[in-house]
């Protein structure tokens, strides 16, 4: 049993059974809310759920990890949650073992390296993935120290390492990409089959230290799984007519998937759902996540329920992370059949309200009642030690 979650055992069987696509007791939903008398500043809540202390410190785990105990020790885990260390170095930071410098700046950390064409074969072919190479040695390095610290206490999560375009972009930019996947089709699927092989690789070699020593596997994504999964993506598909991403882009996606035990797809942003009938009919792909993006109207609006019902039609996975308004949590229980949809939620600063719209299936309010008097009575119950 795990110090941090008293019912570790009962929430991995269930989801063992959600990535099974079985039917299980109720539906699944993962939450957190503050212990019983903790308390937790914005600053702590963006250091646990926004962790960039690595991203800034790249060699220091020993006080990173002691940043995000010391929170732990603070957040209840509710639900289908389970808690993971995610050792964050910033999205697709499989480019720094190709040689791109991370930068960090404006809350989030950037990869690019001008690169020519005629340098970019070597360049790939050359990063070797072992000791020798400083940022592939620093990911194994900090991997294996959380991992030894963490035993079956929480997860140790697969560091960012990318998607296979997302990478070749920070290598050669956007512009320069699009138009060489248009003169030289043959120099990006070289590319791309380079990147892959050695992608592949650095997910085994760290999966396997963090197998050594605790259970399970786990990414970016809040979302335990029993055996090996990652989140595949495409960022760059975006920018991708759905002729050339079936060309240069799904090839590479299936490989992925096939390689692991489960996989779920990260689609993020409009542009991208021209790409959906083609992820659905890939046998691999377990689940999809449907990303609106920041500008667009929240998950949880009518405009999206077509969007996740295509997803169930076709026998695939839902997990959504839910930060916007708790109202509109139980419009996914109403829409959505059960079967296969997983909602994560984080509400740290405000558990009355969590416990407010948190379904009945839950030990939650559904939402129903005299909110002010559910609170009142909450604060009273509170004060009271109940």
């Known amino acids: 049993m795990s110090v941090f979650k008293e019912d570790m ?57 002691n940043i995000f105990e010391s929170n732990l020790k603070k957040i209840c885990y509710g639900g289908e949650s389970i808690p993971r260390f995610f050792p964050n170095y910033g999205a697709g930071i499989m480019a720094a073992v190709f040689g791109v410098e991370p930068e960090y700046k404006a809350g989030t950390v950037w990869f690019h390296r001008d690169t020519s064409l005629e340098e970019i074969v070597p360049l790939l072919e050359s990063a070797q993935m072992n000791m020798n190479n400083p940022w592939y040695a620093r990911l194994r390095r900090v991997t294996e120290s959380a991992a030894k610290r963490a035993k079956k206490d929480y997860c140790v999560a697969m560091t960012d390492i990318g998607g296979v375009l997302d990478i070749l972009s920070s290598l050669l930019g956007p512009e320069k990409l699009i138009i060489t996947m248009k003169r030289q089709p043959e120099l990006i699927d070289r590319c791309r089959a380079i990147i892959l092989e050695k992608l592949l690789k650095v997910y085994d070699d760290l999966q396997t230290v963090i197998e050594r020593y605790g259970e399970g596997c786990s990414s970016w994504m809040h979302l335990w799984c029993p055996k090996r999964w990652y989140p595949l993506q495409s960022d760059f598909s975006y920018m991708l007519s759905p002729k050339w991403f079936k060309r240069f882009a799904l090839p590479d996606i299936i490989t992925q998937a096939e390689h692991l035990d489960y996989a779920l797809y990260h689609l993020d942003g409009p542009n991208q759902l021209v790409h959906l009938d083609e992820l659905l009919a890939v046998s691999a792909i377990h689940g999809i996540q449907w990303v609106p993006g920041a500008s667009e109207t929240p998950k949880c609006s009518d405009k999206w329920i077509p969007v996740y019902k295509r997803i169930q039609a076709a026998g695939k996975n839902i997990f959504i992370d839910f930060f916007e308004n708790l109202k509109g949590l139980s419009h996914f229980y109403t829409q959505l059949e059960p079967k296969g949809l997983l909602v994560n939620i984080i509400a740290l600063e405000d558990n009355i309200g969590l416990k407010y719209y948190l379904p009945k299936f839950i030990d939650g309010q559904g939402g129903e009642g005299d909110f002010k008097e559910f609170r009142r009575t909450m604060r009273r119950q509170l004060r009271e030690g109940k």
């Open 9 to 65: 055992k009962e929430t991995k069987e269930r989801l063992a059974a959600w990535w099974d696509h079985e039917v299980i007791d109720r539906p699944c939903l993962s939450y957190w809310m503050l212990r019983e008398g903790a308390r937790i500043s914005v600053d702590e809540i963006r250091d646990y759920f926004d962790p960039w202390y690595l991203a800034q410190n790249w060699d220091d785990i020993t006080t990173c990890l």
